[in-house]
């Protein structure tokens, strides 16, 4: 294991050779956001030194000294949210030093451990039981932090960069603000989202000041609603009261839409995030704002002939062993394609598989997939299932007989791979025609949708209340990332996320016992990925009951009231890495229906005419 000081010189060191991988030449626009970040690293370095001081002064007989240290961290906080559009795009290995999650994770594909450091980790022991029992650990914390904040500025020599990646950064920060500021996720005890929210919209006006005056067309539009966003949080700075579909409908989605336009306009457009962000899209919630083709997959398509192929194959039992099973059976579409089981039934027609078959709904915009992330592609996972002795259990030989003996897979063969008729070329293909209807499937038509697109639908005021405590004080939005509410991470959507919750057995929270399967473990052998799951998306969740990966809870209801509780360790049940907190989220019986009501607003109107195989 890495020490925090050795963590901070590796770091330190991708840093120093990172500052030097941009060769154009600056612009009006980098030279004034340079001097910006220069002033705000002064302050950023002086408030770490603050916080230093005030963990130093900490004593447990004064609780003073602990509400002072947790003041101090806020302020520190504030300062960096200024400057951290800059270090996320420029300097990332620098932002991770600040910034990283308060708990382990693991970098794939390398395996590299990294020791958690930074902001975060030092907001998680200031809100421990016995605070001055982890002095010493804040106070190595937070050390590494002040030391590495004096020399911040020094990852400005011969820095060069132009407008085109300024312009990506602040859009990056945009998406950052309206995916993780307001939902707690950096500090979720501090609850101090929407102050550094606006301490983030701040700097991003400071800096795009040289492009919003006279001679641009989007220029005024960009100014009008960057203000007001600013504004609106600036009057309502209460985390938990903070009515965040207003903020977004009303002025961060405008503003992001403008922004876009004005992007396009200065002509300095840019994207580093391998095409998964679609900078063409009006917003972060609008259809086409991720694209699925940039998702793992091999030979990914959506010509129309293959996912024709696709959702004639997801629909055939010759694929099984036993001529009766196809994808449909447990990924039904009458049943927004799951089988409404808390575990399928296996290929012997009366025994369980051993876990739950989610919804395939978004299921490409994912980059693992099964429960354990352990297939890298939704091809490598349809070939798996179909091989499977416990599910499909399909023989390549008696598949590709099947194949044969039909004219019209022989016509739709030719159409998908006119080049190519080998049998391996002929099952890989199954897979990938069958992973492209699996792709179409993302209608984002549920009525929040259509709200999100235009507030003149309904939305009933509970459901209003359930957004807002779904991004806001129920924490759900700091897993559940928007827009698809799944485990992608913003902003650069590159990774999913497995978390450990300590999910018991059953949904008798009166007596819990705790689910065996070991998860991600048994795919890598890592403490951290002990009980670790992905996290699926809450799209439709509605109608996908039962929930977790093991069919546990039987209502959204009952998911809830785990949740509220603090998790497996919120019950008393020993799960040592448990990433989500086991502090009570003190949500109240009409706080959670109100959840509830706004899950039920994210169901897709799915036609079943429109997915069935007659069609």
């Known amino acids: 294991m890495r020490s925090v000081c050795g963590t901070l010189c590796f770091c330190l060191f991708l840093v120093l050779i990172g500052g030097f991988n941009n060769p154009s030449p600056p612009a009006v626009g980098v030279e004034r956001a340079v001097l910006f970040i220069k002033a705000q690293s002064e302050k950023f370095a002086s408030s770490a030194m603050q916080l230093q001081t005030a963990i130093a002064a900490i004593q447990e007989q004064d609780p003073g000294t602990i509400s002072n240290a947790r003041g101090a961290l806020k302020n520190c906080r ?98 950052r603000i309206i995916t993780l500021g307001i939902t707690g996720f950096d500090a979720p005890l501090l609850k101090s989202g929407i102050a550094e929210a606006h301490a983030s919209l701040c700097a991003v006006q400071e800096v795009l000041l040289p492009f919003l005056g006279a001679g641009t067309m989007q220029g005024d539009s960009v100014s009008k609603y960057l203000s007001c966003s600013i504004r609106f949080l600036q009057l309502h700075p209460d985390f938990d009261s903070f009515d965040r579909l207003t903020f977004l409908t009303q002025h961060a989605l405008p503003l992001q839409r403008h922004l876009n336009l004005l992007t396009k306009e200065l002509n300095l457009e840019h994207n580093t995030t391998g095409g998964i962000l679609n900078y063409e899209a009006g917003d972060i919630f609008s259809h086409d704002a991720l694209d699925i083709h940039s998702f793992p997959a091999a030979n990914r398509s959506s010509d129309v002939s293959r996912v024709w192929l696709g959702k004639k194959l997801f629909f055939e039992p010759g694929l099984s062993g036993n001529n009766k099973m196809s994808c449909a059976t447990c990924h039904n579409p009458a049943k927004h394609f799951t089988d409404a089981l808390p575990k399928s039934i296996a290929f012997d027609g009366h025994s369980q598989l051993r876990r739950n078959a989610p919804s395939l709904l978004y299921a490409g915009f994912q980059h693992e997939q099964f429960w354990d992330g352990r297939a890298k592609s939704l091809e490598e996972q349809i070939g798996s299932v179909i091989s499977d002795p416990l599910e499909m259990n399909g023989s390549s030989s008696a598949i590709l007989s099947m194949l044969k003996r039909n004219p019209e897979y022989l016509e739709l063969f030719d159409g998908a791979i006119p080049e190519q008729s080998d049998s391996i070329t002929i099952l890989n293909t199954i897979a990938a025609s069958i992973a492209a209807f699996v792709n179409s499937l993302n209608p984002r038509n549920s009525r929040f949708d259509k709200y999100i ?159 069935s195989n007659n069609n």
């Open 78 to 175: 504030l300062n960096y949210k200024k400057i951290e559009f800059f270090l996320e795009y420029f300097f990332k290995s620098s932002a991770l030093i600040y910034n990283m999650p308060p708990k382990a994770e693991i970098e794939e594909p390398y395996m590299e451990y990294q020791e958690p450091i930074g902001l975060q980790v030092i907001e998680a022991l200031l809100f421990e039981k016995n605070v001055e029992a982890r002095k010493s650990e804040l106070l190595q914390q937070v050390d590494a932090v002040s030391s590495s904040a004096k020399d911040l500025n020094a990852l400005l020599y011969g820095f060069n960069a132009d407008d085109k990646q300024l312009f990506e950064s602040i859009r990056l920060q945009l998406i």
């Open 453 to 611: 697109e235009d507030t003149s639908s309904t939305l009933t005021p509970g459901e209003i209340r359930g957004f807002n405590l779904f991004m806001g004080k129920a924490l759900c939005g700091t897993c559940h990332f928007a827009p698809l509410f799944n485990g992608l991470v913003p902003p650069l959507y590159n990774r999913s996320e497995v978390e450990v919750l300590g999910t018991p057995k059953s949904d008798n929270l009166d007596k819990p016992e705790l689910d065996t399967d070991r998860g991600r473990f048994d795919v890598f052998p890592m403490e951290f990925y002990e009980g670790a799951f992905k996290t699926p998306s809450v799209r439709n969740v509605s109608a996908t009951g039962p929930y977790m990966h093991n069919g546990s809870f039987k209502t959204l209801e009952a998911v809830l009231e785990f949740y509220n509780k603090g998790g497996g360790n919120g019950l008393g049940l020993p799960v040592k890495n448990q990433t989500l907190s086991a502090e009570p989220l003190n949500l109240s019986e009409n706080e959670m229906g109100d959840v509830v009501a706004f899950l039920h607003a994210l169901e897709d109107s799915v036609t079943i005419q429109q997915y």
